[in-house]
């Protein structure tokens, strides 16, 4: 089964690609230029550009994985009737009267954004209890963190 991911998570993933691409690069040079400073049983430059080769390719290798097994999904296609993936969530805390704003990702694409929305991953404790739930409906969230209550105050 596929996971899914939104255009811009699809975007962000094959950038970052890109990006360890021209690192490979970079590294490479600095793996060249290290060996060619002698012993390397001894040389701390080159294991450490070494080590950072591994990590470029074992990143790269990741995403490239991740891509075969991940669909793009059009979230303005998505039925607003009730919680699902791609969805812009408003929250109330019950138990501290704070609303949160919450959209609902895939988990390759849970990151930092300017958005006024917290990504959270759909497979998230509070994700789980969102799917499919409709506006003004009350969840308890059972996380790490402690027991949570919610309730839906707006689907996006």
Do not use: C
């Amino acid at each position: 089964m596929a996971d899914y991911i939104t255009k811009e998570g699809m975007t962000r993933l094959k950038k970052r690609m890109q990006r360890l691409i021209e690192m490979r690069s970079e590294v490479i040079k600095h793996v060249v230029k290290a060996r060619e400073m002698g012993d390397l049983s001894e040389n701390a430059e080159y294991k450490a550009a070494r080590e950072e080769q591994r990590n470029i390719e074992n990143e790269y290798n990741h995403l490239k994985n991740r891509l075969t097994k991940l669909q793009v999904l059009d979230i303005s296609q998505i039925p607003k009737d009730a919680v699902r993936f791609g969805a812009k969530v408003t929250l109330l805390n019950l138990d501290t009267n704070e609303v949160t704003k919450i959209q609902l990702v895939g988990i390759d694409e849970v990151f930092e954004t300017e958005s006024k929305y917290e990504r959270r991953s759909v497979a998230s404790p509070i994700g789980k209890q969102m799917i499919g739930r409709k506006k003004d409906t009350k969840i308890t969230v059972e996380a790490p963190i402690g027991i949570k209550n919610y309730k839906i105050l707006d689907i996006e």
